[in-house]
């Protein structure tokens, strides 16, 4: 037998089979031609939608809100990412994604019962702590258990008593963040700050207002928004006047404002609307009001921040109180309402008592801008300005220019009229604006001179001094030429934390709860030194009156003794 002969001939089988195979490699083709025109469609169509998506400005603003979550989110996409195609290479076996889907879970869980989330840093980043380690709310009621107060029978007048060095409200006197009468020396290695006092405190982000050797700040006590009278000297606690109240949020329960001293009384604005007089040598709750129906629909999403302002008999708040209810006034004395003006939505910013023009005034950065009021509640001008767009956050105290800080801080015009120069910052990429303010014929008007995202004030306040402004930019601390709003550095991740400007120096409480001293100097950052103050996430304003500095976040409060030159 040859070769060929063992060999069967399945001519007729190819040719009686051969049309059926060919249908089938032809349908077959089809149907790999129509999947990938379909993919190629739908990827085209998701991928337009998903760049109209991005374009619109809610999206935008959306990201932006997100901030440093963004970080987190893409780590998860990509691990998703990874994971997918790490099926697709590898192949693994049904059993084998059983093995790793539920080793996943295993550690996710053990994660998620061995940490827990306190709250969030400034980025939106969330600060986790070990479930058992102590909240903040046991501690403080730990040490109030332990605690002694004064028997203020027996308290030294001069506790009280007022000097040059108050430290009266938010941001020291006229809330410039400014002190001229003292410097402190760039070195604090041979004579370093001398702890005075250290003790828990109630949640909050509020800060303290110091008037003699007595300071007073706001504490969520469990279900109680407290005032709360410390002597300075030594942290022990004076007084404390409780309303029964409680803001909560995941960035920190509590009160978010500062209280003002002024002639013998205390005036407090807790973070659900409820304004407070206190006497401040004894504690006794002298009046108070409600600017709110409804809290619960009228508050804002942060809570009230505002720290209300005493100037001229009345005091003033910005609670955006609906139609009418932007600003409300009070009287001092009595507690009874004064006026009320305008229908901007609030802010986070507080109001402030200014001069312009040489005519007294007060600026509400609010969420609908710059807003002037005279001082009896009527609108002067409104220099528009939104922030996050419906979340309308402006935070940092606005600041009106003087000849030391800017060289053509006012003047006037070839007509005769008088203008004056306003700073104002927010974050959420909307930056920093120089306004000028002119009145014309009794008539006011602002412009915006230049506008700037060099520096974006998102959680904090910012100074200025010799023809620049320091501020944090989104938690680096920048520095930008208020000529043209250029910025000449950049440096020194201090989060959002808080700072004064003392003389030529930065003194800054960083988020992390370090103090650090910079100087204020536009050709570069020049950390000169530091220590540090807290342990934990302070978004705290700072507070010194005289060489006594004192510091808190949502944990514990710190008194330090600092070296004056």
């Not at 023809?467 to 000529?483: P, Q, T």
Request: net charge negative; hydrophobic share 40%; charged share 20%.
């Amino acid at each position: 037998m040859t070769f060929s002969e063992q060999i069967p001939d399945n001519t007729n089988d190819d040719q009686s089979g051969g049309e059926p195979i060919q249908r089938s490699k032809k349908r077959l083709s089809l149907l790999k031609v129509s999947l990938i025109v379909f993919g190629l469609w739908f990827g085209a169509n998701f991928t337009i939608g998903l760049y109209n998506w991005a374009q619109e400005e809610r999206t935008r603003l959306l990201f932006i809100g997100l901030d440093g979550m963004c970080f987190y989110l893409a780590v998860q996409l990509a691990a998703i990412i990874a994971g997918m195609i790490a099926i697709f290479h590898f192949r693994p076996s049904g059993r084998q994604i059983l093995m790793i889907g539920a080793l996943v879970i295993v550690a996710y869980l053990g994660f998620a019962n061995l940490v827990r989330v306190d709250d969030y840093f400034g980025n939106r980043t969330p600060r986790y702590a070990w479930v058992w380690t102590p909240k903040a709310e046991d501690k403080i009621k730990t040490y109030l258990t332990s605690r002694t107060t004064k028997d203020l029978s027996v308290v030294a007048e001069d506790l009280f008593q007022g000097t040059d060095s108050d430290f009266p409200e938010l941001l020291g006197k006229g809330r410039t963040a400014q002190i001229d009468r003292f410097s402190l020396p760039a070195n604090w290695d041979e004579k370093p700050p001398q702890l005075l006092w250290r003790h828990p405190v109630g949640l909050g982000w509020s800060s303290f207002a110091i008037v003699g050797n007595a300071a007073v700040n706001l504490e969520q006590r469990d279900d109680q928004e407290c005032v709360v009278c410390y002597d300075v000297r030594t942290g022990s606690e004076l007084w404390s006047h409780g309303e029964k109240l409680r803001f909560n949020h995941e960035h920190g329960d509590g009160p978010r404002t500062t209280p003002s001293i002024h002639d013998g009384r205390v005036y407090s604005f807790g973070a659900t609307g409820v304004l407070t007089c206190i006497d401040f040598k004894s504690g006794k709750l002298i009046w108070k009001q409600s600017v709110f129906d409804d809290p619960a629909s009228q508050n804002l999403l942060f809570g009230m921040s505002g720290s209300p302002l005493v100037h001229n008999g009345l005091v003033v708040v910005t609670p955006g109180a609906g139609k009418g209810g932007s600003a409300i006034a009070f009287d001092a004395k009595t507690g009874s309402e004064v006026w009320r003006s305008g229908d901007d939505p609030a802010s986070y910013s507080s109001p402030v008592a200014v001069s312009l023009c040489g005519h007294n005034q007060i600026l509400s950065f609010n969420g609908a801008g710059l807003q002037s009021y005279n001082e009896l509640g009527e609108s002067l001008w409104l220099q528009p300005w939104v922030t996050q767009g419906d979340s309308r956050v402006n935070v940092a105290q606005p600041m009106v220019l003087s000849e030391d800080q800017i060289d053509d801080a006012t003047g006037t015009d070839s007509m005769g009229n008088i203008w004056a120069k306003v700073l104002i910052s927010s974050g959420y990429d909307k930056g920093t604006a120089l306004l000028k303010i002119t009145r014309a014929n009794d008539q006011w008007f602002s412009e915006v001179l230049w506008e700037s995202k060099q520096l974006k004030s998102k959680l904090s306040n910012f100074v200025v001094y010799a023809n620049h402004a320091y501020g944090f930019d989104n938690g680096i601390l920048a520095c930008i030429d208020l000529k043209n709003g250029q910025q000449t550095w950049k440096r020194g991740r201090y989060g959002h934390g808080k700072m004064l400007l003392v003389q030529d120096k930065l003194l800054i409480l960083a988020e992390s709860g370090e103090v650090v001293l910079v100087h204020a100097s536009s050709d570069s950052h020049q950390e000169l030194t530091k220590f540090e103050a807290l342990s934990s996430k302070t978004w705290n304003n700072i507070a010194l009156a005289g060489d006594i500095l004192v510091v808190r976040n949502d944990r514990e409060a710190a008194a330090f003794r600092l070296p004056l030159n």
